[in-house]
């Protein structure tokens, strides 16, 4: 959704929630007062390794990139509990979106879930059903919604990202 008003504002942010199983992306697209969203995931075949894991979500982000054409790309931070394994894995996962940005020359911002729960749902410690439902209220996304909780979560990172007034000055909140 390009500008057709040369004197309006359009901000493009794409969203990732990384993972070697399955990465979600969404773009939010903000043209004047036109919102949009686009979503969807990048899955590895099941029985590919970690490099060819890697490889793919390089190749099918960067193409993602270079069709929706964002400026900006927000990532989520991984989170590290117990499992120091899953949190390796998702290191990796994010370190392949980084490059992908990286190669299209995109400034990349992390989120931690914290902090995207806190923006969108006003509460930290938000379920990932309450954020949902807080996005689509906010965003009016009605029938629109993102189908897998992993393109949810790709397009709550994206919106914090705008929230959290990553934006250019003058714009405002839809």
């Given amino acids: 959704m390009p500008s057709t008003d040369s004197g309006a504002t359009s901000i493009r942010i794409l969203g990732v929630d990384p993972g070697l199983h399955v ?8 043209d004047g007062d036109q919102v949009g969203t686009l979503t969807g995931v990048v899955k590895p075949h099941s029985k590919a390794t970690t490099p060819q894991r890697l490889r793919t979500i390089l190749t099918e982000l960067g193409a993602v990139i270079e069709k929706h054409s964002p400026t900006v790309v927000a990532v989520e931070h991984p989170f590290v509990k117990e499992n120091v ?7 990796q996962a994010q370190s392949a979106a980084f490059i992908a940005a990286a190669m299209h020359d ?22 990932k059903e309450a954020v949902a439902a807080a996005l689509a209220m906010e965003l009016a996304l009605d029938g629109d919604a993102p189908a897998l909780l992993d393109e949810t979560d790709a397009l709550a990172i994206a919106y914090c990202h705008y929230l959290l007034d990553r934006h250019p000055a003058g714009v405002t909140a839809p």
């Fill in 85 to 91: 394994r899953s949190a390796l894995a998702l290191g």
């Fill in 106 to 127: 995109l400034p990349v911002h992390e989120y931690a879930p914290r902090e995207v729960k806190q923006a969108i749902a006003g509460d930290g410690h938000a379920t």
């Fill in 23 to 30: 990465t979600g992306w969404a773009l939010f697209v903000l």
